[in-house]
Nanobody
Framework: QVQLVESGGGLVQAGGSLRLSCAAS????????MGWFRQASGKEREFAGH????????YYTDSVKGRFTISRDNAKNTVYLQMNSLKPEDTAVYYC?????????????????WGQGTQVTVSS
């Protein structure tokens, strides 16, 4: 089992920044591809990006590309989501997730473990 705990959410004005953290415990963190998803009220969970086990390969959905950056520190068992130039449409609950392996890391069902989520609200 892997336990994931997100933190760092909050209320921010449009154009501002937030950094989310996701701390992992349990099995070896570096064995997992880590993803970030978000879910706005009344909408389906949406892929934001993922990072490879070593941290060298990153992929982002178009709506966040150039504004969001994922990084990880395997020594600290933590993955981060730096969010800049935030927009009201970025308002959502943000989730980190861990995958032991998949052909498509943009799909929620590729992930074995999920955090409880952290709320991000961007005011206009």
């Amino acid at each position: 089992q892997v336990q994931l705990v997100e933190s760092g959410g909050g209320l921010v004005q449009a154009g501002g920044s937030l950094r989310l953290s996701c701390a992992a415990s349990g099995r070896t963190f570096s064995n997992y591809v880590m993803g970030w998803f978000r879910q706005a009220s009344g909408k389906e969970r949406e892929f934001a990006g993922h990072i490879s086990r070593s941290g060298t390969v990153l992929y982002y959905t178009d709506s966040v590309k150039g504004r969001f950056t994922i990084s990880r520190d395997n020594a600290k068992n933590t993955v981060y989501l730096q969010m800049n130039s935030l927009k009201p449409e970025d308002t959502a609950v943000y989730y980190c997730a861990g995958s032991g392996g998949s052909r498509d890391y943009t799909r929620p069902d590729a992930y074995d473990y999920w955090g409880q989520g952290t709320q991000v609200t961007v005011s206009s």
